[in-house]
């Protein structure tokens, strides 16, 4: 897949501004950024469901314009919210599914039975959906979407909602997926399953891409090893805070309850901190995370 100033206006709007990217036959590329970022209007032109206003898009060699119906034949789909047929069984739901893409019967029922293997709902195959639990009804929308054997699997949000035991099935899930070979092209706000799960990403902001690579890459590009986090009593945290900075830190951030400094060796900078006179009421040191970056480049205001 290849992007060249890829660009989706709508009407004065633009909301995909002239962004660039190739995805690699077999890697788990996402797509991160706040609301509003510009991300949805990409995976919508990667869906073949949306064109592009200008710009170059090929998937699977072809044009989603001109052919539009053969890639999307060549692609699965995990929307943001499930589905479903409530009214259906779990087994029913595939094989209805399944004739959508006009396959034969007999595949449907073979590939319907090894779905459902995959996704650990054979025991529940007859039951109505309805009363499935939020993580088998994700898994559930996840072997739907994998029905017509797709090249390339687009995932809008995959684990929203989920209690972590039913996240990290859905991992392990699409973790064998991309071992098998299938392309994953995913959005989430859960910095932990970026990390987890992407080879590559972009952030996106305000419809472009604010950076790119692997979540090493933008880590160590874009922060620190570590990330010292303070609280001080309310009454004292401005003098802190302005002793800190004295101190020469290579970031600091302030949010509502604590201070954030970005710092090689943390526990090295608490020592300064304590040496300076200060009594934190709370201290802890952890490595930089992919959340670090992605704050840092997006802001820790809500866009709405």
Wanted: glycine fraction near 8%; proline fraction near 5%.
């Amino acid at each position: 897949m290849r992007a060249r100033n890829l660009t989706k206006r709508f009407g004065s709007f633009t909301a995909v501004d002239g962004i660039d990217f190739d995805l690699i036959r077999g890697e788990a590329f996402g797509f991160l950024g706040p609301n509003g970022a510009g991300k949805s209007s990409t995976m919508r032109m990667l869906g073949c469901v949306s064109p592009p206003t200008l710009g170059e898009l090929t998937i699977l060699g072809g044009d989603p314009v001109r052919d539009g119906a053969a890639i999307r034949a060549r692609l699965g789909v995990v929307p943001q919210e499930d589905t479903l047929d409530a009214e259906l069984s779990v087994r029913e739901n595939l094989l209805v599914y399944g004739r959508y893409f006009g396959l034969p019967r007999k595949l449907i029922n073979e590939r319907t039975d090894q779905l459902l293997d995959f996704v650990q709902l054979t025991e529940r195959a007859d039951d109505m959906v309805e009363p499935l639990s939020g993580g088998m009804k994700r898994r559930l929308t996840i072997a739907r979407s994998l029905i017509n054997d797709p090249d390339i699997l687009i995932l809008d949000e995959p684990t929203t909602g989920l209690d972590p035991q039913a996240r990290h099935v859905v991992w392990d899930r699409l973790f064998t997926l991309k071992q098998r070979g299938v392309t994953l092209i995913l959005t989430t706000h859960y910095m932990d399953e970026a990390e987890q799960l992407c080879d590559r990403l972009v952030v996106m902001d305000h419809g472009t891409i604010a950076a790119e690579g692997t979540p090493r890459e933008l880590i160590d590009r874009y922060s620190t090893a570590e990330v010292l986090e303070l609280r001080f009593p309310r009454e004292d945290r401005d003098v802190a805070v302005e002793k800190i900075k004295d101190l020469s830190p290579e970031r600091t951030e302030v949010t509502a309850d604590r201070m954030l400094i970005y710092a090689e060796d943390g526990d090295e900078f608490l020592e300064r901190v304590l040496q300076a006179g200060l009594t934190p009421l709370t201290e802890l040191v952890r490595r930089s995370t992919l959340e670090d970056v992605f704050l840092h480049l997006t802001g820790r205001t809500l866009v709405d």
